[in-house]
């Protein structure tokens, strides 16, 4: 999935004499782009010029008098080549940086950058007046002498700054890079050595490590690298160069022995916990890794988030399993529900759907049996797999058209164990239990699904409950990436079929409803996996719910991606007011973004807008979640009031045993 990271050497440039600021270039006709991560943790690119615009320019002038916010995007505008755009603000990071060498020692790259080496002598020089010689204010001083011209000084300047402090990553890579070109690799490793045997020396080793690792000698490289972990484990880039060079040469028991024991993700580098976590994916240790990855999602940094999310798959992939046969004697009964999930188990949401006239004709959807060989005809624990959700999601997309676009009075009846286990028939179902799953209904819609490598099967049938006669018979074969596609055709074919018979039609009644016209695929195995979120109403039945994290996560991807559709919305919002009467700690990591979202759904005017409340409800303590509650305007709607009345008393700050539906 992700390659092991590690530190990279970058080949020295030495700047010439005279040269034109980085960013002053000629013109192109492609516009230059930067990668940005936004709330949700999506990376993507926008142009250089936007980006100096809307995100560096304005955070300059609001980081202005903070040392550490003012450094951070210095140096980031730095990796960018922007060296013009914050002359000012390393002038000013100089004046008020408490870190002196760092404050000084910024300013005077900023000045090489743009072609001042003798500014930059001058800044470097005033430094060492103020706190004295050290290896990095020296190592500078020698960058500046080198494109001022002065090879031989620059050298023996730079030899200086190594002795006060070996363990510079620029000016040790740079040393042993002239030493390689003037004299050979063994000059380079001969020197290497002599500075390794130093006390406070540490990053020689770690070069040391790295070359013999690289030369086939594994057991040297091994030795060096202790002794580099042993003197500085949560020195710089330490495990960083470990972990990466380990995971590379496919020694991922070493890597883990040796990273594992002593990597602190409040420290130390994020990369360092990639490296791990791939390593525990390549040597199929999916529980240490998982747990790993709960200490990982906790720091909360939606910059992390894409790739976190990839790993969690990984590791629900790695431990996932089929339904189990049942092997007592559960208690097995028929959940029915009138709406879709997404509208149940908060508190009365009825508000969000059309009212129905009950001497409508009844229709009855079931979950479709999953078929297969070996099965029999037994029932079988639904594990959230790809087939469990099929089971679920042509129902349940069905069954919310239904709700949506007809007057017809609709309801999932949904088999579960001990009142909240999925519950898979492994055959067709009969005529006994058609008439106990749905006797007093009208029509039923049933069917099965089956897998095979070529992908999946469905067979659909609408039939009539007086005479268990089959109206309508729908069969679909289809691959992974057509799921979306086929069951859209399916369920139009189904829900046509149940309009003849019920003399009807079946049509969008209210605005809140709308087929996704982009993400099918998604948005109907959001559909499968949000009805476990939904009979997961404990803490105790929270236990058996596959996967909780990778909900949210495919919750949230969807919302956004596909910003005009409701159900969409309301999905993501209410699985985390679900996960919060849960009392999971998970739904803390989605704050930042759930609140973005909320925020622009509130901007756009969107009908989910009203869910703010509930948001509110979720993260009580959030500030701006209480101004735009503040802000919002009363509601006219006497049902939708009472519920947001009902809601505090749901979601105390100290939450109660959860309810259930």
């Known amino acids: 999935m992700f390659d092991f990271f590690r530190k990279r050497k970058k080949a020295l440039v030495t700047p010439s004499p005279t040269f034109k600021p980085t960013n002053e270039m000629e013109p192109t006709t492609t516009p230059r782009l930067v990668d940005v991560v936004d709330a949700y943790g999506r990376s993507f690119q926008i142009p250089l010029e936007q980006w100096r615009r809307d995100v560096l320019k304005p955070n300059l002038e609001a980081k202005w008098n903070e040392p550490e916010g003012l450094y951070s995007l210095v140096i980031s505008a730095l990796r960018d080549d922007l060296a013009l755009d914050v002359d000012q603000a390393s002038a000013r990071l100089m ?69 006060l402090d070996p363990n510079q990553d620029n000016g040790l890579n740079w040393r042993v890079a002239e030493i390689t070109e003037a004299s050979g690799a063994d000059a380079a490793r001969a020197f290497l050595s002599g500075l390794a045997q130093r006390p406070d020396a540490w990053r020689p080793q770690l ?68 490296n791990l976590l791939q390593a525990y994916v390549d040597l199929g240790d999916a529980s240490t890794g998982a747990a790993l990855l709960e200490r990982l999602f906790a720091l909360g940094q939606p910059a992390f988030a894409n790739h976190l999310q990839d790993f969690a798959k990984t590791f629900d992939d790695m431990i996932k399993q089929g339904p189990k046969v049942l092997n007592r004697a559960p208690e097995i009964s028929i959940l029915q529900m009138e709406l879709p999930p997404w509208l149940l188990g908060m508190e009365g949401m009825e508000w969000a759907a059309p009212s129905r006239g009950r001497d409508h004709p009844r229709v009855a959807v079931l979950p479709l049996a999953a078929v297969d060989e070996l099965s029999g005809d037994v029932a079988r624990s639904g594990r959230e797999d790809e087939r469990g959700r099929l089971s679920r999601a042509l129902p349940l997309f069905i069954l919310e058209q239904l709700i949506f676009c007809s007057d017809l009075n609709a309801a999932l009846n949904l088999p579960v164990a001990d009142g909240h286990g ?38 659909c049938r609408l039939r009539k409950l007086s005479d268990l006669s089959t109206l309508k018979r729908v069969e679909r074969h289809f691959k992974d990436e057509e799921i979306g596609h086929s069951l859209m055709i399916m369920s139009g074919e189904v829900l046509a079929a149940i309009g003849v018979a019920a003399s009807t039609s079946i049509e969008p009644r209210v605005p809140i409803y709308a087929l996704p016209a982009t993400r099918t695929n998604e948005y109907l195995s959001a559909l499968g996996q949000y009805l476990a979120m939904t009979l997961a109403c404990s803490a105790n039945a929270r236990d058996s719910l596959y996967g909780e994290r990778n909900i949210y996560g495919w919750l949230q991807t969807l919302a956004v991606s596909i910003p005009d559709n409701e159900p969409a919305q309301f999905m993501y919002f209410t699985a985390l007011a679900k996960g919060r009467r849960m009392k999971s700690p998970i739904v803390d990591e989605f704050e930042r973004p759930a609140v973005q979202r909320m925020r622009d759904l509130v901007r756009a005017g969107r009908y989910s807008a009203r869910l703010l409340p509930l948001l509110a409800a979720v993260y009580p303590n959030n500030t701006e979640l209480g101004d735009l509650l503040a802000s919002a305007k009363p509601p006219e709607d006497e049902s939708y009031s009472a519920w947001c009345g009902r809601l505090p008393s749901v979601f105390p700050l100290t939450p109660n045993s959860p309810s259930k539906f």
């Not at 090489?112 to 930059?120: C, P, T, V």
Request: without cysteine; glycine residues 10%.
């Open 95 to 163: 004046e008020i940086d408490p870190v002196v060498e760092r404050g000084f020692v910024t300013r005077a790259i900023v000045q090489l950058r743009l072609g001042r080496a003798r500014d930059a002598g001058a800044t470097l020089r005033q430094a060492i007046l103020k706190v004295g010689e050290t290896g990095v204010l020296v190592t500078n001083q020698a960058k500046v002498i080198s494109a001022e011209g002065n090879h031989a000084l620059a050298m023996s300047t730079l030899d200086h700054s190594l002795e």
């Open 207 to 274: 070069l040391l490590g790295q070359l013999a690792i690289n030369a086939g000698q594994q057991k040297d490289g091994l030795v060096w690298f202790d002794q580099a972990l042993n003197q500085a484990p949560h020195g710089a880039d330490v495990m960083l160069v470990v972990s990466g060079e380990l995971g590379r040469q496919g020694l991922l028991n070493d890597l883990v022995q040796r990273v594992a024991p002593i990597y602190d993700e409040h420290r130390d580098d994020i990369r360092v916990g990639y």
């Open 422 to 459: 999925l519950v898979m028939f492994g055959g067709a179902v009969d005529d006994e239990q058609l008439e106990l799953m749905a006797g007093d209904f009208d029509l039923v819609v049933e069917g099965e699904v089956s897998q095979s490598e070529d992908g999946f099967k469905i067979v």
